[in-house]
Every structure is written in C-alpha cells, then in structure tokens.
C-alpha cells in the first residue's frame, strides 16, 4: 500500500503529548518500528499502554550531553521527526534570558543535536532516511508577544533548508511542517488570543492534530521522495497573505 513504512525505523521527539504523540501512533499503524522521545514518564507509559509494541525514551532535550548519549543509543534510524516543542507568550522587551534558552534550547538547539547523531548514523548506512521538522507558520510571520517562540521557528525553517543542501548527496531529505493553531496541551485556553487568524484563514478553521499527522507521513514516506528543503503549511490558505 503507497505511504506504508513497514520495515522503517522511525525517532519522535516530543511523542508524549498533543501532535508527536498521534504521529508516533500513525507511523506505528503505517508498518514502522517506533522510538518515542519524551520526558513526563506517565505519558510514555500511557503511550506504551495504548502500542505495547513501542519503545519509549524518557530523555530531557535541554540536557545535551544526555540526549546525544541516549539517541547514540538506539543504533540506525530511517525517519526522524523533530517534533518536541515548548512555547511563551511575552512582549519581546519583557522576555527573560530563561526563557529565550528554554526555548532555544527545545525548539532549536535539540534538533542540532538529536539530527546531527541520526544522520551521521543514516550517512554511515548509506541507505538515505527521511527528516521532518515541525516549525510554524509564526516563523514567517510577526504576531504580538510571540518574538522568542517564532525566532525559533525561523530558525528551524532555515536550518531545514542548510540540512537539506548538506544532506541531499546522502539521499537525506529534509523538510518542514507548518501547521498554524491546533488545540493541543500546549495551547489550550488560548484560542481568544488568535481570533485574528482564525478570521483571515480561508478554509475557516484551526487544524486538527490528523491534518498535521497526515503531512508529517507524506513527507516521512516515498510518496514525496523528490521533496527536500520545503516547509510545508497547514494553516487552510492562511499564509496566501
Ligand atoms: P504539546 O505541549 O502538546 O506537546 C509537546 C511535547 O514535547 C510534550 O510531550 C512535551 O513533553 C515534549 N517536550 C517539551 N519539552 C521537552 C524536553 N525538554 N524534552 C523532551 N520532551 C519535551 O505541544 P504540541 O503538540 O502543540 O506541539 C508540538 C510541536 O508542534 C511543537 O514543536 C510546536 O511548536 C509545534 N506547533 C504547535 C502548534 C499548536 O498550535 N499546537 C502550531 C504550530 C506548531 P512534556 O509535556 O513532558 O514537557
């Protein structure tokens, strides 16, 4: 069946909770052997609970040294989705470095690392792999008190496209998605304050978690096997502005 990634060996970052968790699930149900990264143990638990056949990492990607040790750990990986994500909401002159480093340290500094380890390991392989980073459409944009949040998801979208020059002669794709809102545990109670896109999105609607599970697999699997250095929204024509 097309988009089927049996035999493949697939990392999820960030697979406990809200978007990471149904893309490990879904890529579970598409044929491949699944390591879930995260870092509240009872969700890795449930996670295991619900696919017993999943292996869980409880890995703290601000720790470096930790992750690198851990994901040199699990040997060859074929899919790679960096997924894990923290975010704030603070007007940009009020923003603590705290806060700058924690958000630097998850949304960017950790797709560095675990990506340097697993395509190192891909490259050694020679067998090529599939890389997919989920960004934002606030990486493009200029929204209120978002200054800390959307410089990382610039950041991804561009470091997308030097991973994607640099690992291209491997046959290493790499690229981006970029939903716009969707309702998860990171976001949650915050829908009053995006009323505004809400508004000037055409299809009229947030995305839901499977409308961004659905381009992560379309990008993970042959089904795109020409399509490298793209960040791929999913925001319902909101970025036709
Ligand atoms: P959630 O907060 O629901 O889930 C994030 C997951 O990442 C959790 O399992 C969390 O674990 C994990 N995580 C966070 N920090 C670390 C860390 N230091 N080490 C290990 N794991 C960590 O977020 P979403 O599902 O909403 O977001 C997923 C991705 O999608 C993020 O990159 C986000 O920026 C992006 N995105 C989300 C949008 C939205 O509207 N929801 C829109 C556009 C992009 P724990 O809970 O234990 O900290």
Redesign the pocket.
Known sequence: MEGRLDGKRALV?????????EIAKRIAECGAEIFA????QE?LDSLKAEVPNINIMN????DWDKTREEVSKIGHIDLLVN?????CRLPFIDTPKEEIDRLYD??VKAVFNVSQVIAKRMIEKGEGGSIVN????WSRTAHPDASAYSSTKGAVDNMTRCMALELGPHNIRVNSVN????I????KGQEHTVTSLLERTPMGRFAETKDVVNAVVFLLSDQSCMISGESLRVDGGLGVY
């Open positions: 970052t960030g697979a406990g909770k809200g978007i990471g968790r990264l995260s870092r509240t969700d890995v703290d990607l601000q997924n894990a994500g923290v975010g998850v949304n989920i960004s934002s459409i939903p716009t809102f969707v998860t545990n990171m976001t």
